[in-house]
């Protein structure tokens, strides 16, 4: 077992074994999917990563869905190639952390709202939710994002439908202790995740993640494998963002053509904002397929241009 997946992985075994989860730090939803896996491949590491490999490459080709929907086939193209090469996104999908996870439900969540299958979206966040805590992030991109668009009659779908989801998943141990323990056991979680500021050899501020300052060492060798950001397109969604930002106030844009700003900018900020000292760069991870959606924009703008000229 590698970094995290010393968590994960003996957290699964244990939900198979004693039906508990001792790793109380994030939802449960992703451990009992390493559970099932473990129990369809065995405890070895095909068991352990076949629901990461699996979701990893499928979301290259929700991604390719998503782009085409929101500026067409050339950057659904572009975007999936992107994520595909995608250094950070390529690692995780070969580790059993929950992290990939957390990414391809973002984007089906994604998808669904763009097609306005807003119940079908929401039910999607919620699943992100039970993954980890921070998937509040893209649902408050989401529900914003449905207020610019003039949607509000759905948010509650997206408020209501996370709550009654995170309610089921730990109802395990809402049985065998109270419903007053599980929520303080979710207020010192949250708190945990907002103001831990532990020691580690790896800490990456947000700052760097887009230039790929403090990669994150997966094994120690003489060529250690990195958890690593693209430092050459993630740096440009900031002048990208900021270029559909003003064409989409100008009224240029459509929705759709927006929301991937929404989806980014929710998602990476607010690690600006937070207390928390200890951060990783993999924390960017549900943020590069909003990313690699606007520079594929970008990219093919930028050369429209050029033809023209």
């Not at 968590?7 to 994030?26: E, L």
């Not at 790929?212 to 693209?230: C, G, Q, W």
Request: aromatic residues 18%.
């Amino acid at each position: 077992m590698l970094i995290d997946e010393a968590y994960y992985v003996p957290a699964s075994i244990s939900i198979i074994d004693n039906g508990t989860d001792p790793n109380y730090v994030h939802p449960p939803f992703g451990k009992y999917m390493m559970a099932l896996s473990i129990l369809m491949f065995g405890d070895n590491s095909t068991g352990w990563r076949f629901f990461p490999v699996v979701l990893g490459s499928l979301s290259a080709s929700i991604l390719y869905l998503l782009g085409r929907r929101c500026y067409g086939t050339f950057v659904g193209i572009i975007s999936a190639f992107f994520l595909i090469i995608d250094p950070m996104a390529y690692t995780m999908s070969r580790l059993a952390m929950l992290d990939i996870f957390l990414m391809f439900f973002v984007i089906i969540s994604s998808f669904l709202l763009i097609e306005e299958k807003y119940l079908l979206s929401a039910i999607a966040f919620s699943l992100a939710c039970g993954i980890k805590f921070i998937g509040i992030l893209p649902i408050v991109a989401a529900i914003l994002f449905l207020i610019y668009r003039k949607q509000s009659k759905q948010i509650w779908k997206f408020l209501i439908l996370p709550f009654i989801f995170m309610l089921l998943i730990y109802l395990p141990f809402i049985i065998r202790n109270s419903f007053s323990d599980w929520i303080e056991n979710i207020l010192f979680v949250i708190n945990w995740h907002i103001t831990l500021s532990a020691e580690h050899p790896s800490i990456s501020h947000p700052y760097g993640w887009l230039f790929n300052l403090d990669p994150f060492p997966v094994a120690n060798s003489e060529n250690p494998i990195m958890i690593s950001a693209n430092p050459f397109l993630y740096p440009m969604v900031i002048p990208f963002s900021a270029y559909l930002i003003y064409t989409g106030y100008k009224g240029k844009l459509n929705y759709n053509q927006i929301y991937p700003v929404f989806w980014f900018l929710l998602t990476y900020i607010p690690f600006f904002l937070l207390p928390r000292e200890t951060q990783y760069i993999f924390y960017l991870l549900p943020s590069v397929p909003a990313m690699l959606l606007i520079v594929s924009y970008g990219i093919l703008q930028v050369f429209l241009k050029l033809l023209e000229e």
